[in-house]
C-alpha cells in the first residue's frame, strides 16, 4: 500500500497550490480520501475529505471556500486545490485512505505559505 502526495511548494500569500496523493495496493474507489495538516507544535487536524463515489465533501471552517478536494478513482488519484492562501496554512498536508477502521498515511508534502 502507497499514498505519494506531491505539489508542496514554498508560496507567497494570496496564491495557488494543487496537492496530490498517488494511491497504489489497494481499491482507491473504496476508501474515502482526506487531507489533514500538522503545523509545527501543533495536533495534526483534517482539513478536508471526500466519500469513496466524491459525491459529499466536507471542510475545515478555516478552508471553507478556498480549498477543494477532489478525486479521479480512474486514476486512483486524490487531489486538494487551495487557492488563497494563508501564512497560517503553512503545514506538512498529509494524504489519508480510510475505510471502516482501516487507515492508510503518506509521507507528507510541505506547505509554507510566505512572502
Known amino acids: 500500500v502507497r499514498l505519494v502526495e506531491s505539489g508542496g511548494d514554498l508560496v507567497q500569500p494570496g496564491g495557488s497550490l494543487r496537492l496530490s496523493c498517488a494511491a497504489s495496493?489497494?481499491?482507491?474507489?473504496?476508501?474515502?480520501m482526506n487531507w489533514y495538516r500538522q503545523a509545527p507544535g501543533k495536533e495534526r487536524e483534517l482539513v478536508a475529505g471526500?466519500?469513496?463515489?466524491?459525491?459529499?465533501?466536507h471542510y475545515l471552517d478555516s478552508v471553507q471556500g478556498r480549498f477543494t478536494i477532489s478525486r479521479d478513482n480512474a486514476k486512483n488519484t486524490a487531489y486538494l486545490q487551495m487557492n488563497s492562501l494563508k501564512p497560517e496554512d503553512t503545514a506538512v498536508y498529509y494524504c489519508?485512505?480510510?475505510?471502516?477502521?482501516?487507515?492508510?498515511w503518506g509521507q507528507g508534502t510541505q506547505v509554507t505559505v510566505s512572502s
Open positions: 495496493g489497494f481499491t482507491f474507489s473504496r476508501y474515502a
Open positions: 489519508n485512505a480510510r475505510f471502516g477502521f482501516i487507515n492508510y
Open positions: 471526500i466519500t469513496s463515489a466524491g459525491d459529499i465533501t
